[in-house]
């Protein structure tokens, strides 16, 4: 991120704690001294024993906005769930454009109001001090109805047009 590449090696397993893990991190790295804010923007695997490889660090400038893949938590309760349907989750990071000092570790998406065929959309999220560069229209979440429900909701359909018949 500054004016030149800074080349360093380190033991991987320091490295366990920023990459397993869901939320988005900051580093702090020390090399030889000199210190860097930074976060991790790649990470190469060895294809076949999963061992981390090579980790691309950019460093951050206060001044400076940066673009970050950050996690999405759904927070709440849905009442359809709570009646059996499935919560999808579509989308599970958006895209963030965002000042460092102001750039989330996660974003909280409340699905206590989420209904049956209805979904929350990335245009439902606020986002103050961030621009959220993913589509609006995209969906982060939606509930569904299970076969097991819908299979009964037709069943009882049918029952009731036939009893319609008998009282006319």
Known sequence: GG???IHFHAPMIL???LVYTRDAHFVHLNIEGQEFRAILQDIHFHPVSEIILHADFLELFEGKPIKMDVPVKLVG???SVVEGGILVHKRRTLSILALPKNMPSHIDVDI????????????????EDFEILDTPIASIAV?????????AD????????EEGEGVE
């Not at 206590?112 to 986002?127: E, N, P, R, T, Y």
């Open 154 to 161: 037709e069943e009882g359909e049918e029952g009731e047009g």
């Open 143 to 151: 509930v569904e109805i299970p076969r097991a429900l819908k299979a």
């Open 77 to 79: 309760q849905s009442p």
């Open 3 to 5: 004016d030149e590449q």
């Open 15 to 17: 490295f366990r704690d």
């Open 112 to 127: 206590s109001g989420l209904i049956f065929h209805h979904s929350v959309k990335v245009q439902d999220v606020a986002s």
